[in-house]
């Protein structure tokens, strides 16, 4: 295992880039006092920044570091986790955001209360609230405060994850979501150029593609594996979409950058050109966790792998970017939560309670709670050390949680006799019962200890959403349903699909063409790696 030692050079480039960032917020701050400007960047972004967005928000501890850390340990069967993404992607690009565009909310929560009713939303949007602090910014904070508190030994775990919070609340604070989709999209091609470097020199350290093949275990280059596979057997990949249907079309932190999006179509074309920048992951941070098995067969922590390879491959001054990179990474999931939890309790709490709230006591009142959601997620983030890893900590926590949103969403728009009674009752349904089952089958393991089945958390997400649908659907059949009014423009109309196509130009800009040349290009890597 290689000695962490950063020189000057590496050093100086880590400064320069905290200063860049705080003043790009500082810049982007000056005069913006409109609510659509602070938290949906106006809606006014075009279709690269919002992919670029999407890809670099997730692009952080449970991608950037969990991933290659998740690989090491169990193989390629980890990039399904991206492809389904591919797939979820091209799914909301055609059935949802028709419908978050067409309603101009600010966040997810409010479309429930559009379909359902006013409990409806304010119970999910109190969920994403919670699991934004707990789940996505405390991940954030976790995956980087590792890394540099191995990096400097001077810091603990603690002090390392309070230097972050600090830096990415500043310029989340400052600027808003315009600071944050500019500055992610700077941070996601830093990934991708580190990532390269790393698969690049790394692949040649071991001999190239064919004698790495050669010297794992066959297991390792699998996709798809049997049903007592322990990471992910192939009867797991329904909750695995799952998983991706409510990361990538219902969760706040994710969506508020197609929700900035300048029109419908450059809306899809910012969600397929994510889709886009998932595939090649295989070989940025899939493959590099597979052939650390062989340049490091005994690491302590499999969430170490990252900072190892740069360390161990790169020159001194190159290590300096991909430390940028790494700290890119966690920072553009970090910002992304922030602001979206900002959004969260000014749109669907504040301004409910004071409609006339003026735009700049909104704002205000957003880079309070800014703050107070980074110093939480600060202070919970080093109990996530008590997982196996940070991948299966984001993983099997939601799997249990966020099922019965998954129905709600998906049953409001495709059955109009669903109502808000069955929304409402669905949502608390999920959390009593999803919060209790994480506890006793992967924290304390009282599940089986009981003599109950021990099945994996992607099967229990099923098991869940089935559950919830019942409910959903036992309760709305029960009680009076909607009228008319309120599921004419929120239910799934055939029509809507052919909504925001580009009238003429080039047959490669008509996002139907760009959304089957996607899955032709996923369903061929798929089969590739089988």
Request: hydrophobic share 55%; charged share 10%.
């Amino acid at each position: 295992m290689p000695d962490f030692q950063l020189t000057t050079l590496d050093l100086t480039i880590v400064l320069v880039y905290f200063a860049g960032v705080i003043a790009h917020g500082l810049w982007v701050s000056r005069g913006k006092e409109s609510s659509s400007d602070y938290f949906l960047a106006g809606r006014q972004l075009g279709w690269f920044l919002v992919g670029f967005s999407l890809f670099a928000s997730n692009m952080s501890g449970a991608s950037f570091v969990g991933l290659m850390g998740a690989s090491y340990d169990h193989g390629l069967v980890v990039f399904n986790y991206e492809w389904t993404a591919t797939v979820v992607l091209v799914l909301f690009a055609f059935i949802l955001l028709p419908y978050f565009l067409r309603a101009k909310i600010f966040t997810v929560p409010q479309f429930l209360e559009h379909r359902y009713d006013h409990r409806s939303r304010t119970a999910y949007s109190a969920f994403t609230l919670l699991a934004i602090m707990f789940v996505d910014t405390a991940g954030a904070l976790y995956a980087g405060g590792l890394v540099i508190s191995s990096l400097f030994p001077v810091f603990s775990l603690w002090e390392a994850v309070g230097i972050l919070a600090l830096v990415a609340g500043v310029y989340t604070i400052l600027g808003g979501l315009k600071a944050v989709v500019v500055t992610d999209t700077v941070q996601a091609i830093l990934l991708m150029l580190g990532a390269s470097a790393i698969f690049v020199i790394g692949l040649n350290e071991v001999g190239g593609w064919e004698r790495m093949v050669a010297d794992l275990d066959d297991h390792r280059m699998k996709l798809i594996h049997p049903t007592d596979h322990d990471f992910l057997p192939w009867t797991g990949l329904l909750g695995v979409i799952l998983l991706g249907f409510y990361y990538w079309t219902l969760n706040q932190f994710i969506v508020q950058r197609a929700l900035g999006a300048r029109n419908l179509d450059q809306g899809r074309k910012g969600a397929l050109f994510a889709g886009f920048l998932k595939l090649p992951n295989l070989f940025l941070m899939i493959v590099p966790g597979v052939f650390a098995i062989l340049l490091y067969p005994e690491l302590p922590d499999p969430d170490l792998v990252f900072p190892t390879l740069a360390f161990d491959l790169l020159p001194v001054g190159f290590r300096g970017l991909i430390l940028t990179a790494l700290i890119a990474a966690v920072m553009s999931s970090l910002d992304s939560a922030l602001n979206a939890a900002a959004t969260l309790f000014t749109m669907d709490f504040v301004r409910p309670l004071r409609p006339s709230i003026p735009d700049r006591a909104l704002v205000s009142i957003g880079r309070v709670v800014t703050g107070v959601a980074m110093v939480v997620g600060a202070v919970y983030a080093p109990t996530i050390q008590r997982f196996p890893s940070l991948f299966e900590y984001f993983q099997s926590v939601l799997s249990y949680l966020i099922p019965c949103i998954v129905a709600v969403y998906l049953g409001g728009v495709f059955w109009k006799r669903l109502n808000g009674h069955g929304a409402f009752w669905t949502i608390l349904f999920g959390v009593t019962v999803g919060v209790p089952l994480f506890v006793l089958k992967e924290v304390t393991g009282i599940w089986v200890d009981l003599g109950l089945p021990d099945l994996h958390f992607t099967l229990m997400s099923v098991i869940m959403l089935g559950l919830s649908s019942a409910v959903l659907a036992g309760v709305s059949l029960m009680t009076a349903p909607p009228p008319p009014h309120q599921v004419r423009d929120t239910a799934f109309r055939l029509e809507d699909l052919r909504r925001g196509w580009r009238a003429g130009g080039p047959w490669y800009l008509d996002v139907r063409i760009q959304a089957a040349g996607l899955l032709l290009l996923t369903g061929a890597t798929i089969l590739f790696f089988w």
